[in-house]
């Protein structure tokens, strides 16, 4: 009688657990990102506010 058996899968958990971490650095940068350049364009506003306020002001 022959021995049929299957092989045993391979073993990709290193694989995965590598691509996982790189794709959550990745979505984790797209984040901080984005954040960024919200935190930016609020400042920027802010900021361009404030002095047209001040000039506005002085200039009385």
Excluded: C
């Excluded at 899968?9 to 901080?32: H, I, P, Q, R």
């Excluded at 506010?49 to 000039?55: D, K």
């Amino acid at each position: 009688m022959q021995d049929n058996h299957p092989k045993a899968a391979e073993n990709y958990t290193d694989a995965f657990l590598w691509s996982f971490g790189l794709l959550l650095f990745m979505v984790f940068f797209v984040m901080t990102a984005f954040v960024g350049i919200i935190w930016a364009l609020i400042t920027a506003l802010t900021l361009n506010r404030g002095m047209t306020f001040w000039v506005r002001r002085r200039d009385r």
